[in-house]
């Protein structure tokens, strides 16, 4: 147990009215995990959402819907950040303890990287195949964060991936038959 309480033994976003951000000892050499538990309180701060996941859970196994979308949208914000497509767990970047989320795709064996929303890694991909600017095999797309930030901030439901799209959608944000391929490709939607 940390001074917080809170968390044993890992990094964590702490909600409530003095909302705290605990990075442990050993993970304070990793940006992204820096980068994952800021996103947290990001989210938190525009939905207040609230999520429970499995303890443990992982980036490339099947949790549930709402622990997918929080802990992948944690995931892609440090990519994005930190400008590389692997999540680091040390130093980086894409050295050490790392995941190149890059690397992953619907051709992957699924006892190695689990299929669909209810993954984490893969939603971290999806957003990333948004944003960034290296498009491969069905990632069609390379749009502006601020599409995906004006979903993040509008009124409309966003408790998972599927209300992601919903609201991309309703927002006519536009690009559906790109973003469709990078779905297909990262296994989500």
């Known amino acids: 147990t940390n001074s917080y309480g809170a968390c044993i033994d890992v990094s964590c976003y702490i909600p409530g009215s003095t909302p705290e951000v605990f990075i442990k000892n050993e993970s304070r050499i990793s940006q992204d995990t820096v980068v994952h538990e800021l996103a947290h309180a990001y989210m938190d701060h525009i939905r207040n959402l609230s999520v429970s996941c499995p303890s443990p859970h992982y980036i490339t196994g ?12 944690a995931e892609f914000l440090p990519l994005l950040i930190n400008g590389d497509g692997c999540y680091d767990w040390d ?25 669909g929303d209810a993954v984490e890694g893969r939603v971290a991909g999806a957003l990333f195949d948004l944003v960034d600017g290296t498009n491969e095999l069905f990632d069609l ?11 993040l901030n509008s009124p409309l439901p966003l408790g998972n991936f ?28």
Do not use: K
């Not at 099947?62 to 949208?73: F, H, I, K, Q």
């Not at 797309?141 to 979903?151: A, E, F, P």
């Open 62 to 73: 099947v949790s549930n819907l709402g622990c997918a979308w929080s802990e992948g949208w």
């Open 91 to 115: 130093l980086g970047p894409c050295s050490g303890s790392y995941i190149n989320i890059e690397d992953h795709n619907l051709f992957d064996l699924p006892d190695q990287f689990s299929f």
């Open 141 to 151: 797309t390379s749009v502006q964060l601020g599409y995906i930030v004006d979903v």
């Open 162 to 189: 599927r209300d992601f799209w919903d609201n991309w959608l309703a927002l006519g944000n536009g690009n559906e038959g790109e973003l469709m391929s990078t779905f297909y490709l990262n296994t989500v939607g």
